[in-house]
């Protein structure tokens, strides 16, 4: 079993690698990640979320918090899986004892009627498909928090989130909503909105269901 383990954490730390480069280039398949899957389940889901997870884990890499959002130099950025968690534990083992300078990674499962200081506690949100009905309620409570909001649902980002994971020819990409970052004081790195696909806000009009 420690073979196993290891072996599992070898292919985890190897996509990793992988993904620093990938992230640049923008070459991510969800074929990358066989290894690494294999050792949680076989099913293209696994893959596609282990990518995922990756991306969120290197998002943190190119977004820079305001000063006042961590208490300490060495608070923990905290990653909320709000609603439906496609991830399992995937995104557990990616950000397992990996730091971005002095700050390590919390993962917390929240659901819709959690406290609000939980909520405010994240500084990465990713947001399940389950909470597509309480989106545009979720925008305006988080609108000027400190917060990188990411989801997948179809309209995330021209709603008010930050990024938008979409799949295009088997590939995992992303879509930003800079003026949603601007509104919550997060500066994301030129390096990430030049591989990105950039989505503008639409009207309160435009949102509201006809």
């Given at each position: 079993?420690?073979?196993?383990?290891?072996?599992?954490?070898?292919?985890?730390?190897?996509?990793?690698?992988?993904?620093?480069?990938?992230?640049?280039?923008?070459?991510?398949?969800?074929?990358?990640?066989?290894?690494?899957?294999?050792?949680?389940?076989?099913?293209?889901?696994?893959?596609?979320?282990?990518?995922?997870?990756?991306?969120?884990?290197?998002?943190?890499?190119?977004?820079?918090?305001?000063?006042?959002?961590?208490?300490?130099?060495?608070?923990?950025?905290?990653?909320?899986?709000?609603?439906?968690?496609?991830?399992?534990?995937?995104?557990?083992?990616?950000?397992?004892?990996?730091?971005?300078?002095?700050?390590?990674?919390?993962?917390k499962r929240l659901r819709w009627n959690t406290d609000l200081k939980d909520l405010k506690e994240c500084?990465?949100?990713?947001?399940?498909?389950?909470?597509?009905?309480?989106?545009?309620?979720?925008?305006?409570?988080?609108?000027?928090?400190?917060?990188?909001?990411?989801?997948?649902?179809?309209?995330?980002?021209?709603?008010?989130?930050?990024?938008?994971?979409?799949?295009?020819?088997?590939?995992?990409?992303?879509?930003?909503?800079?003026?949603?970052?601007?509104?919550?004081?997060?500066?994301?790195?030129?390096?990430?909105?030049?591989?990105?696909?950039?989505?503008?806000?639409?009207?309160?009009?435009?949102?509201?269901?006809?």
């Open positions: 079993m420690s073979f196993e383990i290891a072996r599992y954490q070898w292919a985890v730390n190897l996509m990793l690698r992988r993904l620093g480069i990938l992230i640049v280039a923008l070459s991510v398949s969800l074929s990358w990640a066989p290894e690494a899957c294999a050792q949680s389940s076989d099913s293209s889901d696994s893959s596609e979320y282990l990518i995922k997870a990756g991306f969120i884990y290197n998002f943190a890499k190119f977004v820079e918090w305001p000063t006042g959002a961590f208490a300490q130099p060495d608070s923990p950025i905290v990653i909320g899986i709000l609603g439906t968690d496609p991830f399992g534990n995937l995104i557990d083992r990616i950000v397992e004892n990996k730091k971005i300078g002095a700050r390590g990674f919390v993962v500084k990465i949100l990713f947001v399940g498909a389950s909470e597509k009905a309480h989106l545009d309620d979720l925008v305006q409570i988080v609108k000027s928090l400190p917060i990188l909001t990411v989801g997948e649902t179809p309209g995330f980002a021209e709603r008010g989130g930050v990024i938008r994971f979409v799949l295009e020819d088997n590939r995992v990409r992303f879509e930003i909503n800079v003026e949603a970052a601007h509104q919550a004081d997060l500066t994301i790195s030129s390096r990430l909105l030049t591989l990105a696909r950039i989505i503008q806000q639409a009207t309160t009009d435009a949102r509201k269901p006809g």
